[in-house]
Nanobody, 119 residues
Framework: QVQLVESGGGLVQAGGSLRLSCAAS????????MGWYRQAPGKQRELVAT???????NYADSVKGRFTISRDSAKHTVYLQMNSLKPEDTSVYYC?????????????WGQGTQVTVSS
């Protein structure tokens, strides 16, 4: 199994910045992609940003130009730099990883980290 541990959430004012980190640990796997999703109360979980093993990135339209996803492949770690935060960004942010074990594809999810943006 692959375990994901997030850090970096917190409380900021509108217009501020936060940087989220997520580290994957385990053995016998290779990463296909990592990324971030978020889920606010009463809403479905939605994609925020992903990055593949080749470095290709994908962003939700609502965060383009404000958020940047990056990776450290050697450390199996993904980051989300969040700038110009808005109250509507308030959510629990979940790290995700798609990986292979013995040629079988799996998804893994972190426990989530709270991001709160005040007006």
């Amino acid at each position: 199994q692959v375990q994901l541990v997030e850090s970096g959430g917190g409380l900021v004012q509108a217009g501020g910045s936060l940087r989220l980190s997520c580290a994957a640990s385990g053995s016998g796997f290779s990463i296909n992609a990592m990324g971030w999703y978020r889920q606010a109360p009463g809403k479905q979980r939605e994609l925020v940003a992903t990055i593949t093993s080749s470095g290709t990135t994908n962003y939700a339209d609502s965060v383009k130009g404000r958020f940047t996803i990056s990776r450290d492949s050697a450390k199996h770690t993904v980051y989300l730099q969040m700038n110009s935060l808005k109250p509507e960004d308030t959510s629990v942010y979940y790290c995700y990883a798609q990986y292979l074990r013995f040629s079988v594809r799996f998804d893994s999810w972190g426990q989530g980290t709270q991001v709160t943006v005040s007006s």
